[in-house]
């Protein structure tokens, strides 16, 4: 991931892109793109979006999205100096804590 | 993120969650979290945003919704078999065609 | 609606926030109020989302967040001149064109 | 607005879309359409974002996505029984007790 994360850099330097690229903006843009993943399964069921990979174009879209918003985290990440990978895993430290494995529920929304 | 991305999976079985993680839910989720981390930054200037991290307590916030978008992202990529980083990594080289670093811009939204 | 969206530009006036409401950072405003909609029913299946006023406490939320939404898109039509009543008559009227009623099918996407 | 809510709602009977609007789905639906606007200013100047309306090309599309974001929340409060009016007055009205006019600040973020 660290060697995408230079890529992008890279990537928007050469293209004086650098300039656009605020935490705000960024942070805007990777929620753009979370809405156009959320739009691919929009109107459908449950039980259509568990099988959205098995039509050939649909994935193309999926992976093509997921592609969009791990780049905008990582730049973000990047202008900010954020450590997604070691931010997640402290994170997955705290909920072991905060939801013990004996009380199954609906999943609690993890910022709360 | 290999490994992260199995801690997920199995924090989420241990909990019997995996009922709740459709791909379309996991989406929802994934949007819902990165607007968060947009409202952290929506009333701020260009200029503030870029110094959010000398703030501990925003520092902390910003951090942890990059981690709850990351923790999204890869359960999304888990329920649907979807390998973020060669997603990624296709789009780069894709966009390094579509984008000449002589044609400095505006940043083209990517899955335009 | 006018009245509504009157009393709002009073409100900002009257403390001064009229600096922070661009339309930039009142688009963002919106679309942060949508996803704490959305957040409402993301764990919920189709037929719990159908009966969430039943739930005193989910009604009250889902009444504010709608007023949070109506707000912010009243204040992002009244910095930009934005007759939204008018734009969504003329959408209509264009829409009754594209989508004649023997073609019943999935809905689509208005704004493709 | 109710006009417009009615005539929403006959368009969707016509074409039995019914089916598809579940309150979940409408909710993503109006965070889509909303992020579409988002993405109309996200590599924007605050300066740039108010002058959007003098380009035609884009006055027309924020016009556009004003009509979505309303037609799905007028859609979103149809199928729940929801009067957005009512919801958003009694909410302006609680905000003048919250924000009296003599304590200008930062707008805060009004679920809060």
């Not at 753009?32 to 568990?50: D, G, M, R």
């Not at 791990?70 to 990440?77: E, G, P, S, V």
């Not at 997604?84 to 929304?109: M, Q």
Request: include cysteine; aromatic fraction near 8%; hydrophobic fraction near 45%.
């Amino acid at each position: 991931m660290a060697g995408l994360q230079r890529r992008l850099a890279a990537f928007a330097a050469a293209r004086d892109w650098q300039q656009y690229h605020t935490p705000k903006n960024l942070a805007a843009a990777l929620s753009v793109e979370a809405s156009e993943l959320v739009e691919i399964f929009q109107w459908l069921t449950p039980e259509q979006s568990a099988r959205v990979m098995e039509d050939v174009g649909q994935a193309a879209r999926v992976e093509d999205e997921v592609a969009d918003v791990l780049a905008y985290l990582l730049q973000f990440c990047e202008v900010l100096g954020v450590d997604a990978l070691s931010a997640l895993s402290a994170k997955i430290d705290r909920n072991e804590g905060r939801f013990p494995t004996t009380a199954a529920t609906r999943p609690v929304h993890h910022s709360q």
